[in-house]
């Protein structure tokens, strides 16, 4: 979680997606699994669930997606993928960096 905000950031939210991702048999899950999984992690602060109508986190979560374009955004290098009709994919790249941190 970013230090600065006591709210998760983009890039925080992205790992936590990748790391839900590598422990799936096909790295992909739709938006709907991801928040189940997300929300039952424990790892929100009071701040990512504020919100109305939906909690923060769910806007960084669909951020992913739509900052695509940015130099430091996950799809943007090369480590997910944005599944089509929502949610996201381990791309082989992004397995590879798992790997290596043990993830």
Known sequence: MSRMENRTNE???ALLVMLFLGKT???CLNLD???EKIEG???LTEEDCAGSPQPKWHQILRNINCNRGTGNNFIHTGLLEHKSGGGYCLTED???SLNRVGG
């Open 11 to 13: 890039q925080e939210m």
């Open 25 to 27: 048999s096909k790295g």
């Open 33 to 35: 699994q991801l928040r």
């Open 41 to 43: 992690s424990g790892i």
């Open 94 to 96: 992004g397995l590879k």
